[in-house]
């Protein structure tokens, strides 16, 4: 039988919630979070999609790089933009880290 309207919600926010308790602790997790949370009214973190899985541990979810990026490809314009950084972010790619800049200058 399909959640009703308020099952389905408190799904939704059960996995935003177990999400954001993997993040905790890391930077960019935690970035990749809160972006997919905040674009497209969150659609992209709710019970079912490929990419969140439950962890071992009860009430909490992981993001997973790969699935994401799968998805990424196969979507257009801004949406695949913002999926593939979010993956980017999870997977550690360094791009996605701020650099030090070496000015050239003898300390």
């Keep these: 039988m399909p959640a009703t309207g308020i099952e389905a919600a408190g799904l939704g926010l059960a996995v935003v919630n177990g999400l954001r308790r ?28 490929a990419w969140v899985r439950p962890c071992a541990r009860p009430g909490w979810y992981w993001l997973d790089a790969d699935a994401l990026t799968s998805y990424a490809v196969s979507q257009a314009g801004d949406e695949r933009r913002v999926l593939a950084l979010a993956a980017r972010l999870v997977d550690g790619d360094p791009w996605t ?3 030090a800049v070496n000015s050239g200058r003898a300390a």
Excluded: T
């Design 97 to 99: 880290r701020r650099r």
């Design 22 to 49: 993997w993040a905790r602790g890391s930077l960019a997790d935690q970035a990749a979070v809160e972006l997919l949370i905040s674009y497209a009214n969150g659609r992209h973190v709710r019970p079912g999609v």
